[in-house]
């Protein structure tokens, strides 16, 4: 199965709550829809989605909150890209 298609079955089947995360950066405080989050990952390159992929099948294996990864990918984005 193409990591995409991995990707996008495992978001329609967990149907996660939509949260927004707050990142500060520098002297500002963004917020960030994890709705955003997921679309910026359907639209990463497949390196990055087989990567991504992989740490969300450890997490759902270990039963783990996906959000805090979510969280995670925001700060990243943010922090990179503002």
Excluded: W
């Amino acid at each position: 199965m193409k990591e995409q298609e991995y990707l996008q079955r495992f978001f329609e089947e967990k149907e996660l709550e939509e949260k927004v995360y707050a990142v500060e950066h520098g002297t500002n405080l963004h917020f960030i829809e994890s709705g955003i989050v997921i679309d910026l990952i359907m639209e990463s390159h497949p390196i990055e989605q087989e990567q991504i992929a992989n740490v969300l099948r450890i997490i759902d294996f270990h039963n783990g909150d996906v959000h805090h990864f979510l969280n995670h990918l925001a700060e990243g984005f943010i922090k990179t890209h503002c």
